[in-house]
């Protein structure tokens, strides 16, 4: 095994037990440990109310579990460094949560989370759990209208969330949350970018190899490839590039309600932050379009690797009450 010392752990095999001991620690008006690695909220939202649960590997942080909370998720079940939670361990929370009002389970797409959301929620039902899925799948890199199944979910859950979670805060039914979920869900886009990949934090391993002075255009939150490769570019003709592309997908109508949220993935400045969002936001501006709900902020992050996924969606009305109604999460607040 290569040094370890690059980073500040201890067992490379206790990181995730270690990271979720002194998140709740520092955050414990908000959340605690529900069960081994699963996040809950510390104080729990009544059960007449459904319950919004995910899951998804660490080394992402301070997605997923950095946004359970009053107004977003109930529960966040975590897997190790970059792998999904067993089925069982999710089968734990959802009997944790089972309730008559039912459970929203939002899912990214990338195999091994759907595969144990799927078994899971088998077991569930057998066990009459009342619970449902959702899931995400706003990458476009691969390609304009690619089908869905082939999109992987990327930071666009984080929004998904706060809309779900007021909704659910409000009285929604499951039904309900479902479809004000999917309807958001299909109007929303992400794609990132990526000038230098990251290390997995166990073994330094590094995920892919960039050349110097390059960028990658759809490179995943795992460091997969996205087959963009170009040389470095400004953030205003790299913002042009982006915002072309999602919007390119999404198909806007003329004066549209729109979210813009650029989410830097762990070793981008925040100076290189603001200045993309001021491109994307005059160049959407100078379209004629309406930006009403915004962020800057690292929501999903891939350890050390350098750049950004920009996030668009197309904003119903009952979207932009929902994602500026009341959330108190540590890492999403909205007073």
Not at 10 to 34: F, R
Not at 128 to 143: C, E, F, N, P, Y
Request: glycine share 10%.
């Amino acid at each position: 095994m290569s040094d370890l010392r690059i980073k500040f752990i201890n067992d490379p095999a206790n990181i995730t037990s270690e990271l979720l001991q002194g998140y709740v620690l520092a955050y414990s008006d908000q959340v605690k440990l529900g069960g081994q690695n699963i996040v809950v909220r510390a104080t729990p939202k009544d059960e007449d109310k459904v319950a919004i649960v995910t899951l998804g590997g660490s080394g992402h942080e301070p997605a997923l579990s950095g946004f359970v909370g009053t107004g977003m998720l109930d529960a966040s079940v975590v897997g190790d460094i970059f792998a999904a939670p067993g089925a069982q361990r999710l089968l734990a929370a959802l009997q944790m949560f089972q309730r008559e009002a039912g459970i929203l389970l939002v899912v990214l797409n990338h195999s091994g989370d759907v595969m144990s959301a799927n078994m899971a929620c088998q077991m569930a039902e057998r066990a009459g759990i009342k619970v449902k899925q959702l899931m995400t799948h706003d990458d476009i890199s691969a390609g304009i209208d690619a089908p869905i199944e082939d999109r992987r979910g990327l930071a666009g859950c984080v929004p998904l969330f706060k809309v779900l979670g007021a909704a659910a805060e409000e009285g929604k039914s499951l039904d309900e949350l479902l479809e004000i979920g999917e309807r958001f869900n299909k109007n929303i886009a992400t794609l990132a970018v990526a000038t230098r990949s990251c290390t997995h934090p166990q073994n330094n391993a590094i995920i892919a190899e960039l050349p110097d002075g390059m960028m990658e255009i759809g490179m995943g939150q795992h460091g997969e490839g996205g087959g963009g490769r170009q040389p470095m570019a400004s953030a205003k003709e790299t913002a042009e590039i982006m915002v072309n592309l999602l919007l390119k997908q999404l198909k806007p109508s003329a004066g549209a309600k729109l979210m813009l949220i650029i989410n830097g993935v762990g070793a981008t400045t925040m100076m290189e932050l603001n200045i993309v969002f001021l491109n994307a936001y005059k160049l959407l501006e100078a379209k004629g379009y309406n930006v009403v709900a915004r962020r800057i902020q690292e929501i999903l992050t891939v350890q050390e690797q350098a750049g950004f996924q920009m996030i668009i969606g197309i904003m119903d009305d009952d979207h932009v009450d929902y994602y500026y109604q009341t959330a108190d999460a540590p890492y999403w607040t909205t007073i």
